[in-house]
């Protein structure tokens, strides 16, 4: 579904990522896991288009989309929960997730039944549906978190990527994140998740890639870097 080959990318003159090549099969999760500073957001950065690659391929359902602005990548099915959840603050709840929707609302996208998708959100996500009403930037961070997930659903795409959704919470929260990601994989959902939390990371993936300065150093089925004494050595000591 989603094929990255020998993807370059960075900032001006600065390389962050040399020939990085992944997949993502239709209806698998796949972790991207790695130190802080290895590329992993900036990987996510330049296949939604908030960055130009500077080569290699991207392809989204076999179609080409390195290079693409951001708001094209999503009308052809890409959605990305940012690092730090980026909601619309003084934006309701709900108007948030209709924005996630707003390709489909103007006939970009297959427009389906967005008041279904709308209320399947509230089920997923309990407490958005008791916040409806509130403003976004009155939530909770891991409420925000839930909401940038839900806003990113709700364009029904075919990718979701998901950078970081358990930065800044509290332990409890964090487990209702991977939860909730774990009813997402049940629901065949296209997931690229880069995490902080390897461990839990790898406990929910099918499959694993390790970013190590920019490169991929291992990867391989989930449950084989769980076990891989050097990945847990390096990315599992403290989550175990």
Do not use: C, W
């Amino acid at each position: 579904m989603l094929n990255i080959s020998n993807l370059v990318a960075g900032y001006g003159k600065v390389q962050v990522l040399h020939d990085i090549s992944l997949d993502v099969p239709e209806g698998k999760l796949v972790t991207l896991i790695g130190s802080n500073g290895a590329g992993k957001t900036t990987t996510l950065r330049a296949v939604s288009g908030m960055i130009a690659p500077q080569a290699g391929s991207i392809k989204l359902d076999g179609a080409e989309i390195g290079g693409l602005p951001a708001f094209k990548i999503t009308r052809r099915g890409l959605a990305h929960s940012p690092e730090n959840r980026r909601v619309f603050t003084t934006l309701p709840v709900r108007d948030n997730l209709l924005l996630g929707a707003f390709p489909r609302l103007t006939g970009a996208r297959a427009r389906g039944d967005v008041d279904h998708d709308l209320n399947r959100m509230f089920e997923l996500f309990p407490r958005l549906a008791e916040r409806r009403d509130q403003l976004a930037g009155t939530l909770s961070g891991g409420e925000q978190q839930m909401l940038a997930m839900a806003r990113a659903l709700m364009l029904n795409p075919q990718v979701l990527l998901l950078d970081e959704p358990s930065m800044g919470l509290a332990p409890r929260l964090v487990e209702e994140v991977f939860a909730t990601v774990a009813r997402l994989k049940q629901a065949k959902v296209t997931m690229l998740l880069v995490e902080q939390f390897a461990a839990a990371a790898l406990e929910v993936a099918d499959y694993g890639y390790v970013l190590e300065n920019g490169r991929i150093a291992v990867s391989g089925p989930a449950e084989k870097l769980r076990n891989d004494p050097s990945v847990k050595a390096a990315y599992l000591g403290a989550s175990h």
